[in-house]
């Protein structure tokens, strides 16, 4: 097998005792977008930076098309970067601040200025070359800087977090052009962030990373659909958890008896765990239906209706389950019960049972 | 989040503060610890310096000028500084530019040039004496150089921009809806200033003032100038001891004292500067 | 309320008062020797009876004052520089450093600004008597470097801490080398700092009297030290002469410094 185009390969870095990440380990195709996705100190932005020549690991080994590039200091790694906060040169114009890097490398003038004209296009801020940085909006500035990183053709373009200091509506906007011109230009991005809606907006695959490790790997729709741990269901979607103990185990499915002795038996299970231990059910809200009576074994719960909250397009139900936990469960407008359910009544939540998942706890 | 991408790769960077350190160490802390030494060590060691000083009529006069001088120019600075900075600080920003223009400039003329002007206006025959007489407030020319008056006078002039420019600075950062509640609360002017203007501005009074009285205290040109050698001040006694009288000892001992004074109450500044910015 | 100018009423009229007597203060005595240098009373009576040039050509008549002047010049020049270098790689350190006591550093740098000048004059007039440098150009270099220096370090210090670091690691991430990185990126963009840091130690320097007093011999002596010199025997209207255009040069120097931020603020 031909060795992957980027490939992290086991990094560990510590700071003092402080454990920033634990054996990450990713390998990324060309071409790739790539979102490593987590909470804030999950170890994600470490990793970035690593891969930017501004921190050493500890240990592991980062190899570009099969090289090693931890011994190449950061300036001659050729990697792209757009940083969190603006950060281009004060004193320089657009033009000269597009142009910087090829003048570090001593390109000739007419290649600097055809490769300005061409990347300040690419990014549609034709004509700005003369304009200070200063002038301009948050969004166009960041917009000079992916020129800046885009305009020596880098093998690797890293984003840290390029879009948290833009406003929502604007964040939308330039999302939609980094997918564009990430079509348009084929290069690899390496794009971190802790919005798990930009993540899944943008990028081929998500690395989820947690506590300094990577959780899972995959495609949006594979993390939703089927997260591998407790951590990626709760941090990907909205989601229900209803705690228990686990009754059975086995291969791959568990049996989940809850605090009033109601069981769920057969359901998939995630992780590993033993009989008697602690876990969690894992339900999507626009997954549950309400129903009048029971459906499919281990794909129900009988419960009382606690408040109704009529929100426009879809009506929010908390729903009371034998032993007390909340669920909610959305109605959308024009649903049969939507104006039916009361407060007090007694009804049935339903699922298809591929729909949940058991997650151990420890 | 960003504050440890330095770090790493660049090494700590304190080598880049050695040319500083080394000249500082060099000709700042060693002079400095040597003066003060010889304090003890002459003309024979022990602390007879301290004892001469602090136990003589003449010498205890000159450290109760220092700091009844410092702290009249204080107070009076104080009282000028207060109403000037509460107007720049709401003025319409034209006229303001205008006043800082003249403080910087009187701030920035040389000190002497400053000096000079005002031997010139306080002497007898000076301008300020004949518009006093001229007035009808005096009958004759009064004393007002070679004595703590025009020391007092000449070191407000140059002390007053120290504290207009601190005290501008915090009652620019008041909210003037604060005030706005107040007088909503029913307080009158008066209250309003007593109550909510003047202690938000304390802290930027303080800190004025303490710079302000540590600076007077260590002055030498203007008393020098303005003030007589009989009206004598800490930092002329120094000059004095070590200049004309060649006594290191008892210079080194004075230079002490008011070191001490001058660290004392610079620590206290930094205490307040500190509690305010929290 | 309070804070509303226009809502002041009486007492705005009070406010404006106090200010308007503060600049007569602060300008008059500025005002008065400029006169004065133009008046023609040997005994500085004013208003002047007449107006001359006599005191800019007695001035510019006695070569003590011209090379005194000269040598001032030099003096602040050689300061302004060494005090911008050291300035600059200090305060690189104190905000660019990881190191352990960057506060105390800090404050020790500061010192310098805090304790009063006397102490430091008499302590280097001794230490000079032994190493030989009083009344040499070294030692006026050294004594106006030491209380010039503080001020280089705040102006300094205070633009690099406006300027995000993480746009000099922009830069090395765009192919500049660290050293290139701060002289192409970091250097221009705290420019206006430099130059505000040169123009306090130039003045710092050129306008200090208590060092020079002591630095000073019979032939080396800095501008101050003659116009003190001079001082101490009579009030000759040449010292107005001097002091004019002393103010002069201040003026001018200020309005350049707010040029320069105007510059910035661009």
Not at chain 3, 250 to 257: E, K, Y
Request: charged letters at 15%.
């Amino acid at each position: 097998m031909s060795s992957p185009y980027l490939h992290i390969n086991g990094i560990r870095k510590t700071f003092g005792d402080v454990v920033a990440t634990d054996h990450v380990e990713l390998e990324i195709a060309e071409g790739e977008f790539m979102t490593f996705l987590g909470p804030s100190g999950s170890g994600k932005s470490t990793t970035l930076y690593i891969l930017a020549g501004f921190q050493d690991p500890t240990a592991g080994d980062i190899k570009l098309r099969g090289k090693s590039i931890l011994q190449t200091p950061s300036h001659k790694r050729q990697i792209g970067m757009v940083f969190q906060r603006y950060t281009l040169f004060p004193h320089l114009s657009v033009g000269e601040n597009v142009a910087f890097p090829l003048r570090v490398r001593r390109a000739p003038q007419a290649e600097i200025a055809a490769k300005v004209k061409r990347a300040l296009s690419l990014v549609r801020l034709d004509g700005f070359e003369d304009r200070m940085p200063a002038k301009m909006s948050g969004g166009q500035q960041q917009r000079v800087a992916l020129a800046r990183a885009l305009v020596y053709d880098p093998p690797v373009l890293l984003m840290d977090e390029p879009l948290s200091a833009l406003d929502k509506k604007l964040r939308e906007e330039i999302q939609h052009e980094i997918r564009r011109i990430h079509q348009e230009t084929g290069v690899t991005i390496l794009y971190v962030t802790h919005d798990q809606e930009e993540a899944l907006r943008l990028s081929d695959r998500i690395a989820v990373f947690n506590k300094g490790k990577i959780e899972q790997v995959g495609t949006g729709p594979q993390l939703y659909a089927s997260p591998a741990t407790h951590f990626v269901a709760d941090f990907i979607g909205d989601s229900a958890f209803l705690g228990g103990e686990l009754a059975a185990v086995a291969s791959g499915r568990a049996s989940l008896r809850f605090a009033d002795g109601t069981v769920l038996a057969d359901v998939p299970m995630h992780g590993t765990g033993s009989a008697g231990g602690k876990a969690s059910l894992m339900l999507r809200p626009e997954r549950i239906e309400l129903a009048a009576g029971p459906g499919a074994a281990g794909a129900s719960l009988p419960v009382t209706i606690e408040d109704v909250t009529f929100l426009g397009n879809n009506s929010t139900v908390s729903a009371r389950t034998g032993w007390g936990d909340v669920l909610s469960v959305r109605l959308n407008f024009g649903h049969p019960m939507m104006g039916q359910v009361q407060r007090g009544d007694a009804l049935h939540v339903r699922w298809q049972p591929q729909d949940a998942h058991v997650f151990a706890r420890t | 989040m960003l504050s440890f991408l330095s770090q790493g790769r660049r090494g700590s960077g304190w080598g880049m503060a050695l040319p500083a350190l080394l000249l500082l160490l060099a000709f700042f802390v060693i002079p400095v610890a040597g003066l003060l030494s010889r304090s003890v060590t002459e003309p024979q060691p022990g602390l007879q310096n301290y004892e001469t000083l602090l136990g003589s009529f003449t010498y205890i006069r000159i450290f109760l000028n220092t700091f009844l001088v410092s702290g009249v120019v204080t107070l009076i600075t104080a009282l000028i500084a207060f109403p000037v900075a509460w107007a720049l600080a709401i003025m319409s920003p034209r006229i303001a530019s205008v006043l800082f223009a003249v403080i910087l400039l009187s701030m920035w003329t040389n000190l002497l040039a400053r000096t000079y002007a005002w031997m010139v206006l306080l002497q007898q025959t000076g301008l300020v004496n004949k518009l006093l007489m001229g007035l009808g407030l005096t009958s004759q020319p009064l004393q007002l150089t070679n004595n703590l008056i025009g020391v007092t006078i000449g070191m407000v002039y140059i002390m007053l921009p120290f504290m207009i420019l601190p005290l501008y600075g915090v009652i620019r950062k008041i909210d003037p809806a604060i005030l706005q509640a107040a007088a909503l609360c029913g307080a009158t002017k008066g209250q309003a200033l007593r109550r909510v203007l003047l202690p938000l501005a304390a802290p930027g009074i303080a800190s004025g003032a303490l710079m302000v009285f540590v600076m007077s205290l260590g002055y030498f040109v203007t008393p020098s100038l303005l003030g007589g050698t009989s009206n004598m001040m800490v930092a002329e006694l120094i000059v004095q001891q070590v200049q004309s009288l060649v006594n290191w000892g008892m210079g080194g001992a004075a230079a002490f004292i008011l070191l001490v004074v001058t660290l004392a109450l610079y620590a206290l500044q930094l205490r307040l500067f500190d509690a305010e910015a929290r | 309320m309070l804070l509303d100018f226009d809502k002041l009423g009486l007492w705005k009229w009070i406010l404006s008062a106090i200010c308007a007597l503060m600049a007569l203060f602060l300008l008059l005595p500025i005002l008065f020797i400029v006169a004065l240098s133009f008046g023609n009373s040997r005994w500085l009576i004013f208003p002047p009876p007449g107006w001359t040039l006599k005191w800019y050509h007695d001035l510019f008549a006695d070569p003590r004052w011209l090379s005194a002047a000269f040598t001032s010049a030099k003096i602040a020049l050689v300061v302004m520089v060494l005090s911008v270098a050291l300035g600059l790689l200090a305060s690189l350190a104190l905000t660019r450093g990881t190191f352990r006591g960057r506060a105390v550093l800090r404050a020790f740098f500061l010192t310098p600004m805090v304790l009063p000048v006397v102490i430091i004059a008499v302590a280097l007039y001794a230490a000079f008597l032994r190493l030989g440098l009083n009344g040499t150009f070294v030692g006026f270099v050294i004594a106006h470097l030491i209380v010039a220096l503080p001020f280089s370090v705040i102006t300094i210090s205070g633009a690099l801490e406006t300027f995000d670091p993480s746009i000099e690691d922009a830069a090395i991430l765009c192919g500049a080398s660290p050293w290139e990185a701060r002289f192409r990126v970091t250097l221009p963009a705290i420019s206006h700092g430099l130059f505000s840091a040169a123009i306090f130690s130039f003045l710092i320097s050129w306008d200090e009297v208590v060092l020079a007093i002591f630095m000073a011999s019979p032939t080396l002596q800095t501008l101050p030290v003659k116009v003190w010199t001079t001082l101490r025997q009579d009030l000759t209207p040449v010292i107005a002469a001097a002091s004019t255009l002393l103010v002069g040069l201040t003026a001018i120097l200020m309005i350049v410094a707010a040029l320069i931020r105007k510059g910035k603020s661009r």
